[in-house]
């Protein structure tokens, strides 16, 4: 590479640290990435939980290219391109019962601030203007925009910025290594953490709270599985008071679970769905927010020629992101990708489980294709152990992704058995040298 490292400003990235020791990607196919000097590494990731199809897909490339030629770019407000409706139509197609309204965006952060802004202009046409408080969850992540980053659990976030956005509360995560470790599939122990919604309706009073967001695996705070029944439960107190349930799904999205969405892996369904990453299987930035009928309804009851819903991105339904998301969903249907992870989730859980006699992992979790590996911190520097694993996969050929001191893994749902077993093997070689 000629170009000096100075001027690219990494995101979440130790920018010092990497410059002196950069770890480059430079070319993408299947289940690999190869680095510039040839080195081929198994994405264990899939990039970042978005490459679900995996790698270079010939009809994703093809339909992307196909598009840059016939029409670049289309303005979306009082305008639109065919390929925005059908995608929507696919999409929607994918969606639990009811929900068949897409809004689209470019990013995971984009449809959460979207799917917010939506539940707060919902409740105040249907004369509920009062309901302005927002919940999220402790340990939750839903991007970096301000109304994402507030409704999120991740203190390195919210410590700068997470005061900027007023009316905002948590419910307590759901993570209880003391009864649930080494857990297969959805812990046993936990649903009654759902009933915090209800201490949070007393204390603010429900009639003040216009939507809970929660992530049904949540996977950027270290792979937590909701437990037996939780989401039911919360699905049941939001209900009981008038407050919409949002799912964050931009990583369970697609058939990470081994369901088009997580809200059919578990059986519940929210008001309103965000999704991105897989939607495009990462080639072209692109979201979306899946709502309800009766919510898009609530927005068109003004005068026709006015805008019900003043939102909306210059970049929304971007026609290159239509082409690659409609050639997406046909490879994902293709291959019957949405649903591999089912078929997988028992051995991929089983070999992933032998890691339990390694040093230094206190607990395994794992659902679908999303597996993480905890690992107890090193006293006084937390996150330096997984990392330190993460550099020995990358050095033997694996990406794997951490967060804290958990190891998440998420590979592409084209994996084959030999991947699984080599992600296993790297990671065992890996934990065993790693002190
Ligand atoms: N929500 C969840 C659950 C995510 O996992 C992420 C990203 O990992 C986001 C939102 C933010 O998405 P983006 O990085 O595309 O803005």
Redesign the pocket.
């Known amino acids: 590479m000629t170009a000096s490292l100075d001027a690219y400003w990494m995101p979440f990235t130790a920018n010092r640290q990497f410059k002196k020791q950069p770890r480059l990607l430079a070319k993408a196919e299947g289940m690999h990435y190869w680095t510039p000097e040839g080195r081929q590494v198994l994405d264990g990731v899939a990039g ?2 978005c490459v679900n199809a995996g790698h270079a897909r010939p009809k994703i490339v093809q339909a992307i290219t196909e598009q840059a030629a016939e029409m670049d770019f289309a303005p979306p407000f009082q305008m639109a391109h065919p390929k925005a409706f059908e995608l929507a139509e696919a999409v929607a197609k994918l969606a639990p019962e009811g929900l068949n309204k897409v809004f689209f965006t470019n ?6 601030e979207t799917a917010l802004k939506i539940a707060l202009a919902y409740h105040r046409a249907r004369g509920e203007g009062h309901r302005t408080r927002l919940i999220g969850r402790e340990r ?6 301000f109304g ?1 980053m507030s409704v999120g659990g991740m203190v390195g976030n919210r410590k700068m910025f997470g005061t900027m956005l007023s009316g905002v509360d948590h419910i307590r995560h759901t993570h209880d290594p003391a009864r649930n470790a080494f857990s297969q599939g959805q812990p046993a122990h936990g649903a009654e953490l759902a009933d915090d919604l209800e201490r949070l309706c007393a204390l603010h009073d429900a009639s003040t709270i216009a939507a809970v967001i929660v ?1 049904p695996v ?3 705070t270290g792979v937590l599985i909701p437990p037996q029944g939780y989401l039911q439960r919360l699905r049941e107190i939001c209900d009981r008071h008038g407050i919409l349930l949002i799912f ?5 999205g697609f058939g990470r679970t081994g369901s088009a969405f997580g809200a059919q892996r578990f059986g519940v369904t929210p008001d309103l769905i ?1 999704c ?2 897989g939607l495009t299987n990462g080639t072209v ?1 692109m ?1 979306a927010v899946i709502a309800k009928q009766s919510i898009y309804d609530t927005f068109m009851a003004g005068p026709e020629h006015l805008i019900e819903f003043a939102h909306g991105y210059t970049y929304s339904a971007h026609p290159l992101a239509c082409a690659a998301g409609l050639a997406t969903l046909e490879t994902y249907a293709d291959d019957g990708l949405l649903t591999r992870a089912a078929t997988l989730e028992a051995t991929f859980a089983e070999k992933l489980h032998t890691l339990r006699d390694c040093p230094n992992v206190i607990d395994i979790r794992n659902i679908g294709l999303v597996g993480g590996i905890e690992l107890a911190s090193r006293p006084g520097a937390p996150a330096l152990r997984a990392y330190d694993v993460f550099l020995d996969c990358f050095k033997e050929g694996l990406l794997i992704r951490t967060t804290g001191d958990t190891i998440a893994l998420s590979p592409p749902l084209i994996i084959q058995t030999e991947h699984i077993d080599q992600i296993v093997a790297t990671l065992r070689q890996a934990l065993q040298r790693v002190a």
Do not use: M, Q, R
């Not at 990013?107 to 959460?112: A, N, R, T």
């Not at 939750?140 to 925009?145: A, D, I, R, S």
């Not at 964050?248 to 369970?252: G, K, L, Q, S, Y």
């Open positions: 970042l939980w990013s995971g952060s984009e449809s959460v939750g992540y839903h991007g970096v925009n994402g992530e949540a996977g950027s964050d799904e931009v990583i369970t965000t991105a990453k930035p979201g």
